[in-house]
């Protein structure tokens, strides 16, 4: 079956520390894979994508990056969190009849 | 260009009367539409999806959205709202020639006892 997977649920992390989300897919090959991020009263934000292993496009300048190492993982990093990237983060997959997301991270920096 | 505009940003209902949640999308062709919900701190959940069949698509939990190319709209109806129902709605359009996913600005939908 197809699932989209993504961890971790909640995560409160330190000002300057490292960040890592990870999302995988199953059940498919060669899929697009999003990252989105939805601020606190806000739409949601798409932060980056990749139609292949490799390839990333990054929408917005931040203190974001992103990697896609393996086919059907994705996967969301800093280096040193900001107060300013605290928000819910989504993980989304394009399919041909529609997309599916994952269930998302909340993230507190403090 | 390919975009999808939600009209209100927050509408508010009483609990068991109607819910109407408007999307226009903006195409030279006609996209596979879907409506999404999001409750607090949670994924986004298909409600339902038009993709060229029937142009009335009824979804899960008692929604429905009709699809017309006349008014190049999709909204979204209930007949009686519930205590539940009160979330984030985003209407998201599939279209084949782009590959960044092009959401709406989304609609808060509250409910009042």
């Known amino acids: 079956s197809q699932t989209i997977h993504q961890w971790p649920a909640t995560l409160v992390q330190p000002v300057g520390s490292p960040l890592s989300l990870e999302c995988t897919v199953e059940g498919t090959s060669n899929p697009n894979l999003y990252w989105y991020r939805q601020a606190a009263g806000r739409g949601l934000q798409l932060l980056f994508y990749s139609v292949g292993i490799g390839q990333i496009s990054s929408e917005v300048p931040q203190n974001l990056s992103a990697s896609r190492p393996q086919d059907r993982q994705f996967i969301l990093s800093s280096k040193k969190l900001l107060l300013s990237d605290s928000g819910f983060y989504l993980c989304?997959?394009?399919?041909?009849?529609?997309?599916?997301f994952g269930s998302g991270t909340r993230l507190t920096v403090v | 260009a390919q975009s999808v505009t939600q009209l209100d940003s927050h509408v508010s209902v009483s609990e068991g009367t109607p819910v109407l949640l408007r999307c226009n999308y903006s195409?030279?062709?006609?996209?596979?539409l879907f409506w999404y919900v999001q409750h607090p701190n949670k994924g986004l959940q298909l409600l339902l999806k038009y993709t060229s069949a029937a142009t009335l698509v009824k979804g899960i939990n008692g929604f429905e959205a009709e699809f017309k190319k006349s008014e190049t709209s999709f909204h979204l109806t209930k007949p009686s709202a519930h205590m539940s129902d009160a979330a984030e709605y985003f209407c998201v359009p599939l279209y084949s020639s782009a590959s960044k996913i092009i959401f709406g600005s989304g609609t808060r939908l509250s409910i009042r006892p």
């Open positions: 989304a997959w394009r399919q041909i009849y529609g997309y599916t």
């Open positions: 195409s030279s062709y006609s996209p596979s």
